[in-house]
């Protein structure tokens, strides 16, 4: 009796996984009419013969290592049209640049130095890692991996993992990786865990340092003050991508590749709204090809809410008491990207239409679509990153972040569609 009810399981699971399977192959778009009229990138690599397609690639939330980029440049190296030296793996060895962002700022939060020392300071620094890819008779492809994660490390350790596991228990995963912004006192001391909370149940503990502690503390981190070194980062890497051969922003054809809070980290700098990121807002102005993984417009767009009074109160809510808003709405600035760029003089010519191609998994609890942008052509994709169990639960963390896993993805991005010319 038993092994029938084993065999019977075991069926049951068998088929979930093929049901699900098949639903993770497939893409879905919320416009078929409107894809068919992008490109891919695959089509740009092909039709742009006379200067270097160059791939801006910037990392979302949760990120705390280098190489996020990798299955990306796999799925570039096994679909796309360029010369991998190892095959349908991605180059290796990379030319890593740091980003100096100055003097170490006395910045706190709760009456705590987020940077004690120069050391600290220094594990903080954002860095770009540059891949290339070669191809017969035209310029290379180029991928920038934009890492800025370094500088969200601080205030992840020191603020929240390492007094957590004193109230819900250790993350030692975490707590390794925090090992350049904790002393060995404070390390030592949050693997001791929770000797007067008892801490909490499994599931719950581990959702919090998953989601809250390692995933939506960095967007609060973005949204706050810390934004103008993250803009600064931005700002840089994509200078040093401009700089490439000595060719400039015009000399290149760009092509931003953006991960969750990635995409309005980019779109924040780019809107240069305090006049400290004119590389951000070049580059981007000369790309007409954005595609953004699991964005969070429609929740981060909450922070930029405009027409309200600085104060508020009986009269300061009338009309004529509004001020500008502190920062511009990333929304807005894709807005203004929509329209024909004037730095581009050519495409004013023979315009490339702007394209955004958004990726999200339904069964990503961090992911909205992407409204609408007058002058552009937006596409939401639909995709399965990890099975769901009969539709009732998968794994949030790989519905987040497995676009770039996700072959059916990699083959809508990089296979070509169009004729050549077109």
């Known amino acids: 009796m038993l092994h029938w009810i084993l065999a019977g399981v075991i069926g049951l699971i068998a088929l979930a996984w093929l049901a699900t399977g098949a639903r993770a192959a497939a893409l879905r778009a919320d416009d078929p009419a409107a894809l068919a009229r992008t490109r891919s990138l695959g089509d740009v690599i092909s039709q742009t013969q006379d200067r270097p397609v160059h791939v801006l690639f910037v990392h979302g939330m949760r990120a705390d290592r280098p190489g996020l980029a990798g299955p990306f440049m796999e799925g570039l190296c096994r679909y796309g049209p360029v010369r991998c030296p190892t095959g ?22 709760m009456g705590m130095a987020v940077w004690r020392d120069e050391a600290e300071w220094g594990a903080s620094r954002p860095f770009v890692d540059r891949y290339r890819f070669e191809r017969p008779g035209a310029p290379p492809v180029i991928v920038d991996e934009v890492n800025w994660w370094p500088l969200l490390m601080p205030f992840r350790c020191r603020i929240l993992v390492a007094p957590e596991s004193r109230l819900s228990g250790v993350d030692k995963a975490h707590l390794d990786l925090c090992r350049p912004w904790l002393t060995a006192a404070e390390y030592a001391a949050a693997l001791k865990g929770p000797s007067v909370s008892g801490g909490g149940a499994w599931a719950n503990a581990a959702l ?96 930029r809410v405009s027409g309200l009074p600085a104060a508020a109160g009986g009269a300061e809510l009338a009309p004529r008491a509004t001020a500008p808003p502190p920062e511009v709405s990333p929304f807005a600035v894709l807005s203004q990207w929509a329209r024909p760029p004037a730095a581009r003089p050519e495409l004013a010519l023979a315009p490339r239409p702007r ?9 990503d609890a961090l992911t909205y679509n992407v409204p609408p942008v007058p002058g552009a052509i937006v596409v939401n994709v639909y995709d399965r990153n990890e099975f769901d169990w009969f ?32």
């Open 391 to 422: 539709g009732l639960i998968a794994d949030p963390i790989a519905a987040h972040s497995g676009h770039s896993r996700n072959p059916a993805v990699l083959k809508l991005i990089f296979q070509r569609r169009r004729p050549a010319g077109s």
């Open 88 to 109: 349908a793996a991605a180059p290796t060895a990379a030319q890593r640049r740091y980003i100096d962002l100055g003097t170490r700022p006395p910045a706190e939060v």
């Open 208 to 303: 919090k340092r998953q989601l809250m502690n390692w995933g939506l503390a960095d967007a609060v981190i973005a949204l706050g003050p810390t934004r103008a070194l993250i803009r600064r980062a931005i700002d840089e890497a994509f200078a040093y991508a401009a700089a490439f051969d000595g060719r400039g922003a015009a000399g290149q054809e760009f092509v931003v590749v953006s991960e969750s809070l990635g995409s309005f980290v980019v779109l924040d700098a780019a809107g240069d709204r305090f006049g400290d990121a004119p590389n951000a807002r070049e580059v981007v102005a000369a790309t007409s090809d954005l595609y953004f993984f699991a964005n969070q417009f429609a929740l981060l767009e909450l922070g």
């Open 355 to 363: 394209q955004v191609i958004a990726f999200s998994d339904p069964s």
